[in-house]
C-alpha cells in the first residue's frame, strides 16, 4: 500500500512564504510525475506545478516566479516553495505521484491547508 503524507501547510501573511513537503511510502519501485494541485472553497481542483522524474518542471501561469516545485528521488519527496503569497492562493493543497509498484498508478496525499491572510 502506498501513501503519501503531506506537511509544511499553514497560516501565513501576505508577501510570506512557506514550503509544502510530500514524501511516498510503501513498496515503491520507482516514481513517475509528481505534482502539487490546490483547491480553494467553491472552485474546482486545479493543477499548480509539475514535475518529471528527470526534473523538467510546468508551472499555472498564476504561480510562475513565485512557486518552485522540485524533488529528490532517494526520498521519493516532492516539494513546494511557495514565495510571495496572496490571498488567492489559499486553498487546500494536494500531492499526486504516478507511483511505480507492480504496475504504475496516481496516487493522492489527504491534503495540508494553505491560508494567506491580508
Known amino acids: 500500500q502506498v501513501q503519501l503524507l503531506e506537511s509544511g501547510g499553514g497560516l501565513v501573511q501576505a508577501g510570506g512564504s512557506l514550503r509544502l513537503s510530500c514524501t511516498a511510502s510503501?513498496?515503491?519501485?520507482?516514481?513517475?510525475?509528481m505534482a502539487w494541485y490546490r483547491q480553494a472553497p467553491g472552485k474546482q481542483r486545479e493543477l499548480v506545478a509539475v514535475i518529471t522524474r528527470g526534473g523538467n518542471s510546468n508551472y499555472a501561469d498564476s504561480v510562475k516566479g513565485r512557486f518552485t516545485i522540485s524533488r529528490d528521488n532517494a526520498k521519493n519527496t516532492v516539494y513546494l516553495q511557495m514565495n510571495s503569497l496572496k490571498p488567492g492562493d489559499t486553498a487546500v493543497y494536494y500531492c499526486?505521484?504516478?507511483?511505480?509498484?507492480?504496475?504504475?498508478?496516481?496516487?493522492w496525499g489527504q491534503g495540508t491547508q494553505v491560508t494567506v491572510s491580508s
Open positions: 499526486t505521484a504516478n507511483v511505480v509498484t507492480q504496475t504504475a498508478r496516481d496516487y
Open positions: 510503501g513498496s515503491i519501485f520507482g516514481i513517475n510525475v
